[in-house]
């Protein structure tokens, strides 16, 4: 696989003649139209030409950027990550010039992978459902979103990571930066004696909150934790990544985040579960468990017995008292996840088929929210939604969406099972890695909303991409036992 367009494409006379027309023509809009914004075109251009003769080298600086990225929120409707979310954008038109030159890179086996067209048919849902939104420009910004996260963390990653090696410099580009978020994070925290109620604020600007910051550790700590092998005993490098794991539970422990402390203690069993290739067992057991507790609490409005006292469901100050309240169903933010379910549920009645269209939850639920579950934070200042994916899969996309989304987690995990199965006893270490970081997602998944930002959603693309590659490229699997 060439790295270099450039040197498949036309002569550089003719590449400087045309960037020169387009430089005079964006300074000429500049003075004439009062659109400032067109000086940025020719260093926009002179930037995509460096992507196109360094491809391999701009899809690992993405990943150098996305730990340090910030989201920044336009108007009331509309956010974006930055400096990340352009240059993905960039790196998507780049991606699709590169395959419409070379398109026997999407190989046959990789188009006809499970994975691969599961994951079409969940972005063209997206798509129809944003056709028949109630609100189409929050759905069509969504829909625009997963098109270009799919083209370039799935479709670059199967261009890029299709053996261990090329992971290899990827981990660096997310280790470093990350640590250096860890380091920052966790000195500030200690400035404010590592104070519960002060957590928040430690991680600006980089992540909005402790929950996504805790998370993108615990899934990204897998493959720190198998990092240790690439390097002897006693050198350098292993006592290096040693700090990074170390850093990163550091920075586990002190996010006091309950979902991250639960992934920790589920690492040990999601690693038995897909060893005894337990995963299907494990998905009806799970399908059942979700039907009868749906049909048992509906059933004579069970479900308003688990609503909580609106005077004593308060935000405690400390992680104690936090843990406590959770248990006794005390708990704000458990009792606010409830408060949001519910209205989920009654909306997907409501349009069964393509759902209120992407991003649309936050727009309709109060119209669909029950009383009695209201706590003190159901003003919704930050507008966040379901704070469970597969429910607001479910919203917005339709029964038949969360059918897609389901059987694409579903053939990811299954695969990873049987390329753990089939492949040589070097590889499945590396296997066992991708599989428990994306298992913690899916985890993570039932109490938040995460695969739409560039820092868990990029990794969410990437272990499929990883997976998808060992599938249909892989030398040493026997007659391709995992597709």
């Keep these: 696989m060439k790295n270099n367009l450039l040197q498949q494409s036309v002569s550089p006379m003719l590449i400087f003649g045309l960037f020169a027309v387009l430089t005079l023509l964006s300074v000429t809009v500049a003075l004439v ?3 400032y914004v067109a000086y940025a075109l020719p260093f926009t251009i002179i930037f995509g030409l460096f992507i196109v003769k360094y491809f391999r080298q701009a899809f690992l600086l993405l990943w150098l950027l996305i730990p340090v990225s910030m989201e920044y929120e336009i108007g009331e409707t509309l956010a974006t990550d930055l400096p990340t979310e352009p240059y993905i954008v960039l790196l998507m038109g780049v991606a699709l010039i590169y395959y419409l030159a070379n398109p026997r890179q999407l190989t046959r086996p990789l188009l006809n992978h499970p994975i691969t067209v599961l994951l079409c048919l969940h972005v063209l849902w997206i798509g129809v459902t944003a ?6 420009l929050v759905s069509g910004k969504f829909f625009l979103a997963k098109l270009w996260y799919v083209v370039v963390f799935y479709f670059l990653g199967v261009l890029f990571l299709r053996e261990e090696r090329h992971f290899k410099a990827l981990f660096w580009c997310i280790a470093i930066p990350l640590s250096a978020v860890i380091i920052q994070t966790t000195i500030r925290h200690a400035l404010l004696s590592f104070e519960f109620s002060e957590v928040n604020k430690t991680m600006t600007p980089f992540f909005r909150n402790h929950v996504s910051y805790a998370v993108i550790l615990v899934v990204f700590l897998p493959f720190a934790l198998y990092a240790r092998h690439w390097y002897k005993q006693g050198t350098i490098m292993r006592l290096v990544v040693k700090t990074v794991v170390l850093l990163m539970l550091t920075g586990i422990v002190f996010a006091y985040t309950r979902a991250a402390y639960l992934s920790l203690l589920l690492i040990p069993v999601l690693r038995y579960i897909f060893v005894k290739r337990l995963t299907k067992w ?13 049909v048992y609490y509906a059933n004579d409005y069970r479900y308003l017995n688990l609503a909580p006292d609106y005077e004593t469901t308060i935000y405690h100050a400390n992680l104690e008292d936090h843990l406590t309240a959770t248990f006794e169903g005390k708990d704000i933010s458990s009792m606010e996840r409830v408060y949001r379910w519910i ?8 349009h069964p088929l393509t759902g209120f269209g992407p991003g649309n939850f936050y727009n309709f639920y109060q119209y669909y929210t029950v009383d009695d579950f209201e706590t003190y934070v159901s003003d919704n200042e930050e507008r966040s939604g379901v704070h469970n994916y597969f429910l607001m899969t479910l919203v917005e996309q339709g029964f038949i969406g969360l059918l897609l989304f389901v059987g694409l987690c579903l053939a990811v995990l299954i695969t990873g099972e049987n390329l753990y199965r089939h492949l040589p006893t070097t590889q499945k270490p590396f296997v066992m890695a991708v599989l ?4 913690i997602i899916l985890f993570n998944l039932t109490m938040g909303d995460l695969i739409e930002t560039d820092k868990i959603g990029s990794l969410f693309f990437m272990n499929m991409a990883i997976l998808a590659a060992f599938a249909t490229f892989n030398p040493a699997l026997p007659c391709k036992k995992a597709v």
């Design 343 to 350: 209205a989920a549920f009654r909306m997907s009645l409501q």
């Design 131 to 136: 056709l028949y939104a109630q609100v189409a």
């Design 33 to 35: 139209k009062d659109v």
């Design 282 to 294: 494990i998905a009806a057991v799970a399908f059942l468990g979700v039907m009868f507790m749906v």
């Design 436 to 439: 428990v970081s994306y298992a």
